[in-house]
């Protein structure tokens, strides 16, 4: 199970940082993830973590935002810096049973409820 908090409302160029608690079983070698998702459009990765703790962003965060995941507090972070109003959506946390992040988010098997991040 996972649980996201941190969001909220916060004017452009202001910061926000998410996390993600998980229980119960979260391997160390297996794949984290951040998603995001505006109404009427799909979900969005944003900062993906593989087995290797190798983290990709998307095109539109880089730079802006970063991951971090510690395994021993089961704890996945993201911090949201410079924010933009086209940020605005609900955040999610995701995992699934593989080293890979790869596959989109159908590839993933268990979510949070989602966190929503609003920037005007």
């Known amino acids: 199970q996972l649980v996201e908090s941190g969001g909220g409302s916060v004017q452009a160029g202001g910061s926000l940082t998410l996390s993600c608690v998980a229980s119960?079983?979260?391997?160390?070698?297996?794949?984290l993830a951040w998603f995001r998702q505006s109404p009427g459009k799909g979900r969005e990765a944003v900062a993906l973590?593989?087995?290797?703790?190798?983290?990709r962003y998307s095109d539109s965060v880089r730079g802006r935002f970063t991951s971090s995941r510690d395994n021993t507090k089961k704890i996945l972070t993201l911090r949201m810096e410079d924010l933009k109003v086209e940020d605005t959506a609900m955040y999610y946390c995701?995992?699934?049973?593989?080293?890979?992040?790869?596959?989109?988010?159908?590839?993933?098997?268990?979510w949070g409820q989602g966190t929503q991040v609003t920037v005007s």
């Open positions: 995701a995992g699934r049973y593989a080293r890979s992040c790869d596959g989109g988010a159908s590839a993933f098997h268990y």
């Open positions: 973590i593989d087995g290797d703790r190798i983290t």
């Open positions: 119960g079983t979260i391997y160390n070698h297996y794949c």
